[in-house]
């Protein structure tokens, strides 16, 4: 199953690809629909690896994420 890393904008989740994908942990840009009409879409990258692994790769190179899941849904 997918998880799934919410991002600030489309070049945050650009960035955030390209970081991870130097790390060898391949990863897709998604959109991702606002919730109940609040704020407008926003972007993720949907990750096939261990979350955990990812979002320390992040966090280590100043990538700051909305949220994490698991699924295709924040």
Same mark, same amino acid.
């Given at each position: 199953? !997918?998880? %799934?890393?919410? %991002? ?12 991870? $994908? $130097?790390?060898?942990? !391949?990863? $897709?840009?998604?959109?991702?629909? +606002?919730?109940?009409?609040?704020? +407008?879409?926003?972007?993720? %990258?949907?990750? $096939? ?16 994420? !909305? ?5 295709? +849904?924040?």
């Amino acid at each position: 199953m !997918d998880k %799934l890393v919410k %991002l600030a904008s489309v070049t945050e989740a650009m960035r955030a690809r390209d970081i991870l $994908k $130097k790390r060898g942990i !391949d990863s $897709k840009i998604a959109r991702i629909p +606002s919730q109940n009409g609040r704020g +407008s879409c926003g972007y993720g %990258l949907n990750i $096939k690896t261990e979350l955990s692994k990812a979002t320390e790769i992040l966090s280590e190179s100043g990538i700051k994420f !909305d949220g994490q899941a698991l699924g295709d +849904s924040l």
